[in-house]
């Protein structure tokens, strides 16, 4: 076996599946890597709440035997995967972080986990995240705090955070988040990954636990882009089980990659605030659109007067679907129970109040307000109207435009505990990813740049309906020619 500069654990998938068939390392080495990861920094980080007891070394071994009997297998097959611990996997906890679902064991596996285990990848575990999705900084889990490996003192953000912790540090080579109103986008941006939501509907919600039905969409988080367009292949594609699902043809993402971008219209958005932003993320947002500029590409400003009126319009919608989702959780039927009730009512708030997590807890009641007669009109309503005009306002741009590029977040990661007392701040940290999902179009966060203290801060870009191939093409164009140096990881 040959000698190698970086450690397997911080390679893409792709490169190291071209690796072992050209007989440089075996999957077992892979796999390997990743477990001598695991042990070396997961008590640091907590990327994970459940860690998988299958044999994965055996079933490395059974796939290089394939190789070397020259059979054909999939770049997925044998690659450690991790896995949000939002989607049911069969006869392994499934608990969305609360102690609501904490002894929960779905008798049912999700169809994007499913698909990712016919393409024969294993499952590291579930990781951690903010309780049924709600928070941007997965402090908001009844398992802990997920740390972030590049300053274990700051957040990973969230919801997905430990998927991005978790691929981040090379505990898992790529994981499977979900998206509501940035938590695929926002958490790869603050550790240094792509994290890639897709149109909505483009991957099946069937067998994930719903937080907002019309906003919630799974994707991937990767080292890079290439292993994006590797998972989405994967996991995209119609699902009958699925009402939300789209019947449309799913294009080979891999044939958009090294591509020119010369000609291309990239939207810089108005009206965007960028006051809100650190001056640092500002700085690398302008190098990043020089570097589009540089590769060939127009920027053109557009318009969209209601973008402003995003972050208000989702956390009126969001928590009202939330408030709807989370009625299952009763102590009637799955989950926990309280034990001391006195009667059918009293077992209702008993068990809502033990298993439900503070921010959980405000939430269905914001939306359960928000859809009481006399306030739906005034909420509910209004808030479906403005969603309309944002959508519309994406539409008119992407007749002028290409794609739209945006920060990420106003921040790079901030500290544990800085803002978990002050949510009106955390939530106006998603105001530049939740437009997308209110429009439920594609948008990818790619690794921009480092803040002075060695802080990943990402770049976002956002395309049409089921525009995810020319999504990538951007993406990978830039990441190409941003040619990023990454410093040493503090871990």
């Not at 274990?152 to 509501?180: E, N």
């Not at 603050?190 to 149109?199: D, M, Q, R, S």
């Not at 993320?281 to 920027?299: M, P, S, T, W, Y």
């Not at 969209?304 to 972050?311: G, T, Y």
Request: with cysteine.
């Amino acid at each position: 076996m040959g000698s190698f500069a970086m450690n397997l654990y911080e390679l893409p998938i792709h490169n190291l599946h071209q690796k072992r068939l050209s007989g440089e390392v075996t999957t077992v080495e892979i796999v390997q890597s990743i477990l001598k990861r695991l042990e070396n920094v997961e008590e640091k980080l907590h990327s994970f709440i459940t860690l998988s007891e299958d044999r994965h070394l055996d079933l490395a071994e059974k796939i290089d035997h394939k190789i070397s009997q020259k059979e054909l297998i999939h770049s997925l097959e044998g690659m450690p995967i991790a896995i949000k611990d939002i989607f049911s996997t069969k006869g392994i906890r499934t608990t969305c972080a609360s102690r609501f679902l904490e002894n929960y064991v779905p008798p049912f596996e999700s169809t994007a986990t499913e698909k990712l285990k016919e393409a024969g990848s294993l499952l590291v575990g579930k990781t951690n995240m903010d309780e049924f999705a709600m928070g941007s900084s997965t402090e908001n889990s009844a398992f802990g705090v997920t740390r972030n490996p590049w300053n274990v003192d700051r957040v990973p953000g969230g919801s997905s955070g430990g998927s991005a912790s978790a691929v981040s540090s090379g505990q898992s080579l790529a994981a499977l988040g979900t998206d509501t109103g940035g938590s695929i986008r926002q958490p790869a941006s603050f550790t240094g990954i792509v994290g890639l939501k897709p149109t909505y509907g483009r991957v099946s919600r069937w067998g994930m636990v719903a937080f907002a039905s019309s906003f919630d969409q799974a994707g991937p988080m990767t080292r890079d882009v290439e292993d994006a367009a590797i998972l989405l292949q994967t996991i995209a594609g119609y699902d009958s089980r699925d009402a939300t699902s789209l019947e449309v043809d799913i294009p080979d993402y891999s044939q958009f990659l090294n591509q020119s971008i010369k000609g291309m219209k990239i939207g810089v958005i108005k009206e965007l605030d960028l006051s809100s932003c650190d001056s640092e993320v500002v700085r690398i947002f302008q190098h990043n659109i020089e570097v589009l500029k540089d590769a060939g590409a127009e920027i053109v400003e557009i318009s969209m007067p209601n973008i402003s009126d995003a972050v208000a319009t989702y956390y009126v919608i969001a928590p009202c679907e939330a408030s709807s989702n989370l009625g299952r959780y009763d102590g009637v039927r799955y989950g926990q129970r309280a034990k001391e009730i006195s009667g059918l009512l009293d077992m209702y708030e008993k068990s809502r109040d033990e298993g439900f997590g503070k921010e959980v807890k405000m939430r269905i009641l914001i939306g359960t307000f928000a859809l009481s007669a006399g306030y739906y009109d005034a909420y509910y309503l209004k808030a479906q109207k403005v969603q309309n005009l944002i959508r519309s306002q994406y539409h008119q741009a992407f007749q002028a435009v290409d794609a739209i590029a945006t920060p990420v977040a106003p921040t790079a990661a901030y500290k544990i505990g800085e803002m978990i007392n002050d949510p009106l701040k955390m939530y106006l940290g998603d105001a530049f990813t939740i437009p997308a999902n209110l429009a439920g179009i594609p948008g990818i966060s790619v690794p921009g740049g480092f803040t002075n203290n060695n802080l990943p801060v990402g770049f976002q870009l956002l395309t049409s309906h089921l525009e995810e191939g020319k999504l990538l093409k951007i993406a990978h164009c830039f990441q190409q020619s941003l040619q990023l140096t990454k410093p040493k990881m503090s871990i």
